[in-house]
């Protein structure tokens, strides 16, 4: 059932709670002592007296309509949930069963909030739905699994195509799976809230982790990890490791031959990326528009990290030098999100030979000569610095930088 509230009948003077009201009467009385000594005439001063009075009320009345459009906004902000698109302070709807977090947002299917209104503010009227308050309830059982077709068919006649395009609405074929390769290495900080963040996202998925002899005690932690009951059909961990320390390339042409889904993800384990942006990077693969996406740190308004610019001018540089070669326009060829649909990994990951960062531009000059249809969109970044972890140095440019030639010119 629906909670509807009156607006109050205790309404305040429409001089009480605002100065420029003063202002407006000062204004009046100004513009009445123009008329006046403009026209002169005292025989005549009634009706310019009621034309004063005339603009005083339309004044009056642009003021409250600009100060109850000013309120009502002020009590959106201090409290989101009052806002018709938020609730709860997160956009659409929160974090309970069957949201999605898409594009930036997080979309409920079942909340519906419909005007302002709070115990803090009577004179506004709230209708909230009884679908708003399921948590706990019956509805939460009926809520569409997100990604499935019903869930896309809810919000497709809400929102129509090009809303749900645009904020990564669309359904998973059956039984899809998305492999997420995770190349660790001394991450043992970042790993276990890395790992939270990757089985948030609601995608079936297959977690390849490959240890690279690790050193800080990530090999125990990820040891102990595959003791655990392995059962949940959305997250299926898949953890592997490496007697000797070869490489993030290495690792992750490991993880590559590992992995058995439809698509295939590349995750650092470093929290530079956030997992809830892979929906959006899958979408194009799902609609059949591409082959392989990448994820590009310099495209869109998305939050980055601002640190070292030397490695932005280098990272710009390789990229422009890979471009010549692959005769492609991208933005980022060293981003680690690379997004391949199966038949790519079959065709690609078998002959890769770079061990260490040399992966990326070897990947990209694959890609590009196999005439793979490839797309780039924007994410976020929240780069580290070396205090933090960050292990990527010169001599990693230079060899990107050889690499870039040597698989630009030929397999």
């Known amino acids: 059932m629906s909670v509807r509230r009156k607006p109050s009948s205790v309404s305040k003077p429409w001089w009480d709670s605002s100065p420029w009201d003063f202002v407006i009467v000062l204004t009046c009385l100004v513009i009445y002592l123009f008329l006046y000594q403009a026209f002169g005439d005292p025989d005549d001063w009634p009706p310019r007296l009621g034309l004063a009075a005339l603009i005083t009320y339309c004044l009056v009345l642009l003021e409250k309509a600009i100060r109850e459009r000013r309120t009502a906004r002020q009590q959106e902000q201090d409290n989101p949930a009052l806002s018709p698109f938020t609730g709860g302070g997160k956009p659409w709807g929160g974090t309970g069963p069957g949201s999605a977090r898409i594009a930036g947002l997080r979309i409920d299917p079942i909340r519906s909030i419909r005007n302002s209104g709070s115990p803090e503010h009577p004179a506004a009227e709230t209708v909230v739905s009884a679908e708003s308050t399921y948590l706990g309830t019956e509805a939460m059982e009926s809520t569409p699994t997100p990604y499935s077709r019903e869930w896309y068919e809810h919000h497709h006649a809400t929102l129509g195509e090009g809303p749900c395009r645009q904020l990564g609405i669309y359904f998973l074929p059956e039984n899809f799976v998305l492999s997420v390769v995770i190349p660790v290495y001394n991450e043992r900080n970042t790993l276990p809230l890395l790992l939270d963040k990757v089985k948030a996202v609601p995608i079936p998925k297959e977690i390849v982790l490959v240890d690279d002899c690790s050193r800080d005690g990530t090999t125990d932690l990820l040891r102990e990890m595959a003791t655990r009951p392995n059962d949940d059909p959305m997250n299926r961990l898949s953890i592997h490791f490496h007697d000797v320390n070869q490489g993030k390339g290495a ?143 010169w001599k990693d440019g230079f060899k990107a930088l050889w690499c870039i030639v040597r698989y630009g010119l030929a397999d």
């Open 251 to 393: 690792a992750v042409r490991t993880g590559f031959l590992k992995a058995s889904g439809n698509a295939v993800i590349i995750q650092d384990a470093d929290l530079e990326y956030d997992p809830a942006e892979i929906p959006r990077l899958l979408q194009p693969i799902v609609e059949g528009r591409a082959d392989v996406v990448f994820g590009s740190r310099f495209l869109g308004d998305q939050p980055h990290r601002v640190l070292y610019y030397w490695h932005y001018l280098g990272n710009k540089f390789l990229t422009t030098l890979s471009n010549c070669f692959t005769n492609l326009n991208l933005t980022d060829m060293e981003t680690c999100y690379k997004l391949f649909t199966r038949e790519v990994i079959q065709k690609v990951a078998p002959n890769l030979k770079q061990n260490r960062f040399g992966i990326e531009p070897e990947i990209t000059a694959r890609v590009a000569r196999a005439r793979f249809r490839v797309y780039e969109m924007s994410i976020s970044y929240s780069g580290r610095t070396y205090k933090e972890g960050k292990k990527i140095g």
